[in-house]
């Protein structure tokens, strides 16, 4: 009987024995080092944490420099593998990848944020008006740029001139806790200008496509560009076909567009003829293009007779009668 117990004990210790293993390499498979295909940094180095999801005690071993900030950059495999040799961690699971891309965020700076720092800088220095009506013009073009995602104050002015004669500056900005802004040349001049609000594209038109809303943006623009055929409100330009290829950002002129052609030369159009009782309809022919409300040269195909037309839709035309004359009164 002992004997029967024993066996029966030993056998299940060994099951036991067989299924701690399982069970075991079953958890660390879930929760075992892994390597990321895709990562995001904030700082200037990489750890191994950042590459590798549950890397234990080692996940704040610093590997690798991040890149510059805004820039994405791509660590090989065996360069990865290489760096974390000897870190002990175990059983990394690659998931076959080759590569992990790195990317820095960043903090964007764009040639509108140093526009309204300097507004703001010269009306507490100079007493000019923080007011919507006045922009900045830049001697040279200014690009974006990017700093570190960290550096979240605001541009401090470290030099800041102003001639009112000529509405010039001459300005030097800083950013505290950033070294990629230290590294960058953050000194412009340029002047102060009037604006207007006017209409711009969002993106480029082709010759012949018709300007709807959703292509229109409302920005303003230095006074210097406005001309009496510039179109300022979005009423004046949605509905009108472009001449030719518009830029993105351009300003639109009456030069530039034009009604959109409703009826081409030689179509062939509907006449409608119309009086007070009576619409009558006829084919004809049209000698000229014409777009909304233009008057054009139309030949009645059965009678072969030229006549003018309104254009009133696509492929029709009207004629309307005359209004007709009252004979005057007179005298027996």
């Given amino acids: 009987m002992t004997r029967s117990i024993l066996v029966t004990l030993f056998a299940l210790g060994a099951l036991a024995a067989m299924a701690s293993p399982a069970r075991a390499q079953g958890v660390e498979a879930a929760a075992g080092p892994r390597l990321k295909a895709a990562v995001t940094v904030t700082g200037e180095i990489v750890r191994i944490g950042d590459l590798v999801d549950n890397a234990g005690a080692v996940a704040d071993v610093p590997i690798f420099r991040a890149p510059d900030p805004g820039q994405t950059g791509s660590v090989p495999l065996a360069s990865m593998l290489e760096a974390v040799r000897g870190h002990h961690l175990l059983g990394l699971d690659t998931q076959g990848l080759a590569e992990v891309a790195v990317t820095r965020a960043a903090r964007t700076i764009s040639a509108r944020d140093l526009e309204a720092r300097i507004l703001g800088a010269l009306a507490g220095k100079y007493a000019q008006p923080a007011s919507g009506d006045l922009a900045v013009v830049f001697d040279s073009e200014v690009r974006r740029f990017n700093v570190e995602a960290t550096a979240t104050g605001e ?10 004669r000529t509405n010039r500056f001459d300005v030097t900005f800083e950013l505290p806790g950033s070294a990629a802004a230290r590294r960058l040349p953050l000194h ?17 038109i082709a010759a012949g496509q018709l300007i709807q809303a959703s292509d229109l943006a409302v920005e303003r623009r230095p006074k210097a560009s406005f001309t009496p055929t510039t179109l300022t409100t979005a009423a004046e330009a949605q509905g009108l076909s472009a001449k030719h290829a518009l830029r993105a950002g351009a300003l639109i002129r009456q030069t530039d567009v034009a009604k959109p052609e409703l009826v081409g030369r030689n ?34 195909v059965q009678s072969k007779h030229t006549i003018q ?3 009133i839709g696509p492929g029709r035309v009207s004629v309307r009668a005359a209004s007709p004359r009252i004979a005057a009164n007179t005298a027996p």
């Fill in 309 to 311: 037309a309104t254009v």
């Fill in 155 to 164: 541009l401090a002015v470290v030099h800041l001139t102003f001639d009112p």
């Fill in 267 to 300: 179509d062939t159009v509907t006449i409608v003829f119309e009086v007070p009782g009576i619409l009558l309809t006829v084919v004809g022919k049209a000698n000229e293009p014409g777009a909304l409300g233009d008057v054009i040269s139309v030949v009645n």
């Fill in 188 to 204: 412009f001049t340029g002047a102060l200008t009037e604006t207007f609000e006017t209409v711009v594209l969002t993106h480029e």
